[in-house]
């Protein structure tokens, strides 16, 4: 089973993109992020015709998450994190799929520190963490994939001193993530390539960071412990980043056994 996630960075003016991403990949499960567009502009026939089923959480010009599955309809199960305030921002969705619960988030950037911006990113941590908290305790196999919006560490990032003052990088938000590890969540892409890789999610446009591999990893998929054993292995679709006019985001993906 292939589960993946995908920062596509405007659906509708990257649909192509993303349609011939799936087609080549056929991921079984695939979470958008940064939909940019409103619930009835999301190009739902175009994925059903490419044999997906979706829900999705749409916001105008902003934000936006979805769940893709192939051959089948996710069934959502959330729309938002409890304690969101009404008409919150679209950065979470939570659905079933083939007896997987997946999140698919889109966290706050929250630049620049010190900000209002950053005062709500740090509010939506907070009841990010509550949530994943409770999912631990339903002992279900839980996947929460998505822009996190955090470089865990010093190796998640090309050039960490020139990071140490951006949102992103913050020691209270590495230590966020540190403490859902802490909890059981386990850190897909560092089971499989180790605490010592470099592994890169994002790469900005400008200054040839691709080709430089000047990146960062902000994309993460975290596993409930009854999920974990299942996971087999994981990489990043680097080849449909480099492609012309894609996602500064490259694909994420995990394969767990069935």
Not at 148 to 160: A, C, E, R
Not at 190 to 197: I, L, P, S, Y
Not at 218 to 226: A, E, G, V
Request: aromatic fraction near 12%; charge should be neutral; charged fraction near 25%.
């Amino acid at each position: 089973m292939r589960i993946a996630t995908y920062n596509v960075n405007g659906v509708n003016g990257r649909l192509e993109h993303v349609l011939a991403w799936l087609a080549d990949t056929r991921p079984d499960v695939a979470c958008l992020q940064e939909l940019k567009t409103t619930d009835d502009r999301f190009p739902a026939a175009a994925f059903e015709k490419a044999g997906y089923g979706a829900v999705w959480h749409g916001q105008k010009s902003w934000n936006g998450v979805a769940i893709l599955a192939r051959g089948v309809t996710p069934i959502e199960t959330r729309r938002g994190l409890p304690g969101d305030e009404a008409g919150a921002q679209a950065r979470y969705i939570e659905a079933a799929v083939k007896g997987v619960l997946v999140g698919c988030l889109y966290a706050p950037n929250g630049n620049p520190v010190g900000s209002a911006k950053y005062a709500a990113k740090e509010a939506w941590y907070a009841r990010f963490m509550a949530h994943a908290d409770w999912l631990l305790e339903t002992g279900q196999p839980v996947v929460l994939v998505g822009d996190y919006n955090i470089m865990p560490t010093d190796l998640d990032v090309y050039v960490p001193e020139r990071w140490r003052d951006d949102a992103l990088f913050q020691p209270s938000l590495k230590d966020t993530y540190a403490w859902l590890r802490g909890r059981g969540w386990t850190d897909a892409l560092r089971a499989v390539f180790g605490d010592e890789a470099r592994v890169y999610t994002f790469w900005k446009y400008w200054r040839n960071s691709f080709q430089r591999d000047a990146g960062l990893r902000i994309d993460h998929l975290l596993l409930s412990p009854t999920l974990a054993p299942r996971l087999e292995a994981a990489g990043v679709d680097r080849h449909h980043r480099a492609k012309e006019g894609s996602s500064d985001h490259g694909p994420v993906w995990i394969e767990l056994s069935r």
